[in-house]
């Protein structure tokens, strides 16, 4: 029981770890002031005029044709020489380009198909999680159990101890079922070291213990079954709720009403979803434990019959030899 508890707590934090917020994304790298266009002439007389030598010199619209005078430089610009007939243009300004994080408007969780069904599933999608994650818990649990219990199993064995019964060697028998992990062999273990007693209230004991064992956790699984469909039924109703508390408004009807409707039918999904994956395991688990007490009963009444027609023989040799003595000492 611990280890299923620890399991579903460790199960939850890690889904509300993965439901956790994303940090902000980092700020866009800041940019200088937009200064002066690059090759425009700075104000003539400004201190932070700086001669930019990488852009052309622009020409002023009224420069002399080619072999006349030279139009004078603005001051504060270094002029630089031009190849006649090029046509001069401001470099275009660069913009960094905007990163991955960027892009995505709600980071990498919002990209998330399973948490953006879950965040507009309501506020029901917790307790749904909840019942998610145990039955989860459980399924597995019972399934390394099983196959445990498959590997646990020696039918060959327990042939030998009803041979050692079936030829009166009860200490043989009870030395092969000692120390054994099949649930069988320990019932009939209990059997044999209390037959003197009460062997049928000693083979109906342990055979309970063995059938409790293989139970664990049916009830669990049961209970999810039928609560994860409630559950799910009662978004539906809270989801509607929602919608139709939105219809005296006409500017946010539209989205309100269509955002209701899909929290209902998530949360319908989900917990019929959740129901339907842990009935399957739950049938499965069921019909085992029922074949669990099928073998038990069986062999508990294979032994009481076996032990009972060796007790019955004994008594039969014994009053054969009374009867054998009596009539020798009459003579």
């Known amino acids: 029981m611990k280890t299923l508890i620890s399991a579903c707590l460790c199960s939850f934090a890690l889904a509300l770890t993965s439901l956790a917020q994303n940090p902000p994304p980092p700020a866009p790298p800041q940019t200088s002031p937009a200064g002066p266009a690059p ?6 007389g400004s201190p932070g005029a700086v001669a930019n030598p990488a852009a052309p010199a622009q020409l002023p619209a009224s420069s002399a044709p080619p072999g006349g005078p030279a139009a004078p430089a603005p001051q504060g610009a270094a002029a630089s020489p031009a190849a006649p007939g090029a046509t001069l243009s401001p470099a275009p300004a660069t913009s960094p380009s905007p990163t991955a994080e960027e892009k995505t408007s709600g980071g990498v969780l ?37 196959g445990g219990r498959w590997f646990r199993r020696d039918p060959k ?10 030829n009166g060697d009860i200490g043989e028998a009870s030395r092969l079922s ?23 209230g000693a083979l109906q004991v342990a055979a309970g213990i063995e059938i409790k064992r293989a139970g664990r956790f049916l009830v669990v699984m049961d209970t999810l079954v039928t ?18 508390s939105f219809l005296g408004n006409e500017e946010l009807a539209v989205q309100a009403v269509t955002g209701g409707i899909a929290e209902a039918l998530i949360a319908t999904a989900c917990g019929l979803g959740i129901a339907i994956f842990a009935l399957v395991p739950f049938n499965f688990f069921t019909s085992r434990v029922s074949n669990l007490e099928f073998e038990l009963q069986t062999a508990a009444t294979n032994l009481e019959v ?3 027609a060796q007790g019955a023989a004994r008594e039969m040799e014994i009053a054969g030899t009374h009867q054998a003595t009596g009539k020798g000492s009459s003579i």
Do not use: C, Y
């Not at 909840?130 to 649990?141: C, D, N, R």
């Not at 000692?178 to 003197?196: A, E, F, I, K, T």
């Not at 609560?227 to 799910?232: H, I, K």
């Open 39 to 44: 090759g425009a002439p700075a104000p003539a």
């Open 157 to 166: 064995r327990i042939e030998k101890v009803f041979t050692a019964i079936e």
């Open 227 to 244: 609560l994860a469909p409630l559950l799910g039924l009662l978004g539906t109703i809270t989801g509607l709720i929602r919608s139709f």
């Open 306 to 308: 076996m032990l009972g």
């Open 110 to 146: 919002g990209s998330n198909w399973l948490i953006d069904k879950f965040r507009k599933g309501g506020p029901i999608m917790w307790p749904i999680l909840i019942v998610s994650i145990v039955g989860l818990t459980v399924v597995i649990e019972r399934i390394f159990w099983w």
């Open 178 to 200: 000692r120390g054994s992990r099949d649930p069988v062999l320990r019932m009939m273990w209990n059997g044999l070291n209390h037959q003197h007693a009460s062997l049928q």
